[in-house]
């Protein structure tokens, strides 16, 4: 290439916390991701999620037997359907994580990214 045809430019990428990959699900079928056995460390879950217009995200929490827990029934979940890099999930009702304890958690997801989940404390 002859020298005086090489432009230059400085650019700005941006990525949002924990957003170099997501879990994607589109809009015409509802996905499931169930998680393998993983210690609570936190009194809360908290996720990064995007949702699309008229996306939505659910969880569930189960044992390790695949028993729901009291409480964190799908059905009981305050339904995520916004953006953000921590939301803390809720439940109707008292459900309160097992701490210290292995749990499997199910996200069903519809025209949604999720970016990361984990445990969070009080402060969150």
Same mark, same amino acid.
């Given at each position: 290439?002859?020298?005086?045809?090489?432009?230059?430019?400085?650019?700005?990428?941006? +990525?949002?916390?924990?957003?170099?990959?997501? +879990?994607?699900?589109?809009?015409?079928?509802?996905?499931?991701? #169930?998680?393998?056995?993983?210690? /609570?460390?936190?009194?809360?879950?908290?996720?990064?999620?995007?949702?699309?217009?008229?996306?939505? +995200?659910?969880? @569930? #929490?189960?044992? @390790?037997?695949?028993? /729901?827990?009291?409480?964190?029934?799908?059905?009981?979940?305050?339904?995520?359907?916004?953006?953000?890099?921590?939301?803390? #999930?809720?439940?109707?009702?008292?459900?309160? +994580?097992? @701490?210290?304890?292995? #749990?499997? /958690?199910?996200?069903?997801?519809?025209?949604?990214?999720?970016?990361?989940?984990?445990?969070?404390?009080?402060?969150?």
């Amino acid at each position: 290439k002859d020298l005086n045809s090489v432009s230059h430019g400085i650019g700005l990428a941006k +990525l949002r916390a924990d957003g170099f990959v997501s +879990l994607h699900a589109g809009s015409v079928r509802e996905g499931l991701l #169930v998680t393998r056995s993983v210690r /609570v460390t936190g009194a809360h879950l908290v996720i990064n999620a995007a949702c699309g217009p008229g996306g939505y +995200l659910d969880v @569930e #929490v189960s044992d @390790e037997q695949n028993y /729901v827990i009291r409480g964190m029934l799908r059905d009981d979940v305050v339904r995520f359907d916004g953006d953000s890099i921590s939301h803390r #999930v809720a439940w109707r009702g008292d459900a309160a +994580l097992p @701490e210290n304890r292995s #749990v499997k /958690v199910r996200f069903w997801m519809r025209d949604a990214d999720l970016y990361s989940f984990r445990f969070g404390g009080e402060s969150e």
